[in-house]
């Protein structure tokens, strides 16, 4: 009876062990479902945009950022809260305190942000400055962000060069990354949500003097280039002369602007305008080409006409002006005021 007791109570005590270290698990997996994220609102005071780079894709900030949050349970977010495509270059801890059950933590961080610009209307170019902020352990199951966007503001003298800031708006959002990190027991097409807080500060160009810096290069080359319609038939070397040398103007313009600017598939403005004014000189110097070859066959009225059909300016006066320059029938002395020096007249 003593040995069929106590195989009695062993076997109860292995069935209860059993019972608890199955259902221990349960109850703590219910307890992490149930388990509510913590909510941690974020701000930021903006004092100093260093740098603005178009060409490397980048910018610099210097702002104060402030975390909130319910001190109900001990966790601290501002040890993994970062910056998304960003390097923080420096991270100081100013302040820490609790106000009402709510624990504030205020830094001032210093940090390089990669941006991907848009340059296709450079250089009448808008862009946003963003400064994302995401917690690097807690993905949203575990922690939320919400932008304090009554409290963030940017300096009242807060200034970049050539630039003119807008006012900051703020917003939240959920990010997915669609991997499982590896996890061996997770599914190939698992993904994770982190929130997001966004702030964003609009900047536009200051003034439409840079447009003009970056667009007269082109636009004086070609009117140097057009004028070269208005010369005769008979002085070649500066009618030649001025669409060379606005052509190599365009391209010295065109090799300065793209230096300030990253790479791109898409062709900028700016681009577009130096392609067209290129173009255009192009087609100058081969309608004088063939003017000049046209002329020097006899067929000074071909010339006058093909002057006066492929000529950019087209106009009534200077249909007249080549008329006379290159007619066979014009006055002998008026031939021989626009002949050079030495050059045989041809026969009138």
């Not at 898409?266 to 577009?272: E, G, M, N, R």
């Not at 093909?306 to 066979?328: G, K, M, T, Y």
Request: glycine share 4%; aromatic share 10%; proline share 5%.
């Amino acid at each position: 009876m003593k040995l069929f007791s106590g195989a009695r109570i062993w076997l109860v005590r292995t069935l209860w062990i059993v019972l608890v270290s199955s259902v221990l698990p349960l109850r703590a997996a219910e307890a992490t479902t149930n388990q509510q994220p913590h909510h941690v609102t974020v701000g930021i005071y903006l004092t100093r945009i260093p740098s603005i780079s178009l060409r490397e894709n980048r910018f610099a900030v210097d702002f104060y950022v402030w975390l909130r949050w319910l001190d109900e349970q001990k966790f601290e977010p501002q040890k993994t809260i970062e910056l998304v495509g960003g390097e923080i270059t420096r991270r100081e801890v100013q302040t820490e305190e609790v106000t009402n059950g709510l624990k504030i933590v205020t830094m001032r961080i210093q940090a390089n942000i990669t941006k991907v610009w848009d340059v296709t209307r450079y250089p009448l170019d808008t862009h946003n400055l963003e400064i994302i902020f995401e917690d690097s352990a807690s993905d949203e199951t575990a922690l939320t962000y919400s932008a304090d966007t009554a409290n963030s503001h940017c300096e009242d003298k807060l200034s970049v060069n050539g630039w003119v800031l807008g006012k900051m708006s703020g917003l939240t959002t959920k990010h997915v990354y669609h991997t499982n990190w590896g996890m061996p027991n997770d599914p190939a097409d698992s993904e994770s949500n982190y929130s997001q807080a966004h702030f964003i500060v609009p900047i536009k160009r200051e003034s439409g003097w840079f447009a003009i810096r970056m667009l007269y290069g082109p636009c004086i080359a070609t009117v140097l280039a057009l004028a070269a319609l208005f010369i005769s038939c008979h002085y070649p070397p500066p009618r030649f002369a001025l669409p060379v040398g606005a052509i190599f103007a365009t391209i010295a313009s065109h090799f300065v602007v793209a230096n300030s600017l990253p790479e791109h598939a898409q062709p900028a403005f700016v681009d577009t305008v130096h392609i067209m004014a290129a173009m255009l000189i192009l087609l100058v110097v081969i309608e004088s080409v063939w003017s000049l070859i046209v002329y020097r066959s006899g067929k000074e009225k071909s010339s006058a006409r093909l002057f006066a059909e492929l000529s950019a300016c087209n106009s009534w006066r200077a249909h007249l002006r080549v008329r006379r320059d290159c007619s066979p029938r014009v006055r002998f002395r008026d031939r021989a005021a626009y002949t050079p020096v030495g050059a045989t007249l041809p026969p009138a």
